[in-house]
C-alpha cells in the first residue's frame, strides 16, 4: 500500500535559517505529491504540489521536487520566518478515488 | 477561503454515548472527507463521500459511520463512543477538477474527548 515517511521532530530553528524537512514515499503507479501546511489551531491548508517526476513546486519562498528515483519530496525554504512556525505534512494522492496518504507531520518552530 | 463549517468545534462525552460530528459546505463541492488527526499518525481517512449518498470507507473505519443526504452536509457518526476515538477530527471537501490531483480544502477541525 501507500505511506509516507516524514523526518521526525519537532524542529526548531531561528529566524533566517535554512529548513529542510525530509519526505519519502512509497506508492504504486504515479502519485501526485503534497505539502499540507497547519498553522496553530487551524485546518490544513495545501503549501505545494507536484504532480509528475522532477516536477518541482514552490510557494511562499517554499519548495519541493519530485524525485521519484529517490522516491523522495523533500521541502526547503532558504531563509524562515517566525510565521512559518507550523506543522508540515507531506501526502501523496494515488489510486482511483484519490485519496490522500499523510506523512506525520513535523513541527517546525521558528525562533526570532 | 473555502466555506467549511464543522460543529460542534468541541465537545467532552462518556464512553458508551453516541456522538455526531457536522460538516457543512457552500462551495456545492462533490467530495467530502472525515479524517482524524491523531500525534504520530498524521491524518488517517475515516470515510469519505463522492455524492449524495454515495460514501466509502477509509483506512479507520471502524466504529464510525456516515451520512450524507444532502450536498452540502457530510455527518460522522460513532454510535458508541470509546476512549480511542478521542481525536481531533477533520472535514476536507474537494471538486471534481481538484479531487484528480488530491487537493483538499480542510475545515477547522472538531476536538473530541472521550471519557
Known amino acids: 500500500g501507500n505511506s509516507v515517511t516524514q523526518m521526525e521532530g519537532p524542529v526548531t530553528l531561528s529566524e533566517e535559517a535554512f529548513l529542510t524537512i525530509n519526505c519519502t514515499y512509497t506508492?504504486?503507479?504515479?502519485?501526485?505529491l503534497f505539502w499540507y501546511v497547519q498553522y496553530p489551531g487551524e485546518g490544513l491548508q495545501l503549501l505545494l504540489k507536484?504532480?509528475?517526476?522532477?516536477d518541482k513546486g514552490s510557494n511562499k519562498g517554499f519548495e519541493a521536487t519530485y524525485r521519484k528515483e529517490t522516491t523522495s519530496f523533500h521541502l526547503e525554504k532558504g531563509s524562515v520566518q517566525v510565521s512559518d512556525s507550523a506543522v508540515y505534512f507531506c501526502?501523496?494522492?494515488?489510486?482511483?478515488?484519490?485519496?490522500?496518504?499523510f506523512g506525520s507531520g513535523t513541527q517546525l518552530t521558528v525562533l526570532p | 477561503d473555502a466555506g467549511i463549517t464543522q460543529s460542534p468545534r468541541h465537545k467532552v462525552t462518556e464512553t458508551g454515548t453516541p456522538v455526531t460530528l457536522r460538516c457543512h459546505q457552500t462551495?456545492?463541492?462533490?467530495?467530502m472527507y472525515w479524517y482524524r488527526q491523531d500525534p504520530g499518525h498524521g491524518l488517517r481517512l475515516i470515510h469519505y463521500?463522492?455524492?449524495?449518498?454515495?460514501?466509502d470507507k477509509g483506512e479507520v473505519s471502524d466504529g464510525y459511520s456516515v451520512s450524507r443526504s444532502k450536498t452540502e452536509d457530510f455527518l460522522l457518526t460513532l454510535e458508541s463512543a470509546t476512549s480511542s476515538q478521542t481525536s481531533v477530527y477533520f472535514c476536507?471537501?474537494?471538486?471534481?477538477?481538484?479531487?484528480?490531483?488530491?487537493?483538499?480544502?480542510f475545515g477547522e477541525g472538531s476536538r473530541l474527548t472521550v471519557l
Open positions: 476536507a471537501i474537494s471538486d471534481l477538477a481538484r479531487v484528480n490531483t488530491g487537493e483538499l480544502f
Open positions: 506508492a504504486t503507479g504515479y502519485p501526485s
Open positions: 463521500s463522492y455524492g449524495v449518498k454515495d460514501t
Open positions: 462551495e456545492n463541492h462533490r467530495y
Open positions: 507536484a504532480t509528475k517526476a522532477d
Open positions: 501526502a501523496l494522492a494515488s489510486g482511483s478515488a484519490r485519496q490522500l496518504t
